[in-house]
């Protein structure tokens, strides 16, 4: 049975830091990534890692503040998000995927599995 499951969303003040996690089971893949949909925005790719190699792709919204990660041993997947900003606001999805992108880091096309999300609130 596959499952991705996130967690690690929550409030945060703006400027401040929040670490989601993902973990992918039953199946075997080729890169993992991270989607976020604010309200009443289309959902929008933020950041995607290919597995085996560790080539790792970030939106321009989020290059330079947030970092991907994953640890293989617990097929887990990480964003560390640091100076967050009220734009951040959005529910956050974890997706296996086919491959990454150099524009956008990921696209939905490209999803396999969707995780269920997890709520980021920042407030200002």
């Known amino acids: 049975q596959v499952q991705v499951v996130e967690s690690g969303g929550g409030l945060v003040q703006a400027g401040g830091s929040l670490t989601l996690s993902c973990t992918a089971s039953?199946?075997?893949?080729?890169?993992m990534g991270w989607f976020r949909q604010a309200p009443g925005k289309a959902r929008e790719g933020v950041s995607c890692?290919?597995?085996?190699?560790?080539?790792?792709y970030y939106s321009d919204s989020v290059k330079g503040r947030f970092t991907i990660s994953r640890d293989n041993a617990k097929n887990t997947l990480y964003l560390q998000m640091t100076s967050l900003k009220p734009g951040d606001t959005a529910m956050y999805y974890c997706?296996?995927?086919?491959?990454?992108?150099?524009?956008?880091?990921?696209?939905?096309?490209?999803?396999?599995?969707w995780g269920q999300g997890t709520q980021v609130t920042v407030s200002s």
């Open positions: 890692l290919v597995w085996e190699y560790g080539t790792i």
């Open positions: 039953g199946l075997t893949f080729y890169a």
């Open positions: 997706a296996v995927v086919k491959g990454c992108r150099r524009e956008g880091a990921v696209k939905e096309y490209d999803v396999r599995y």
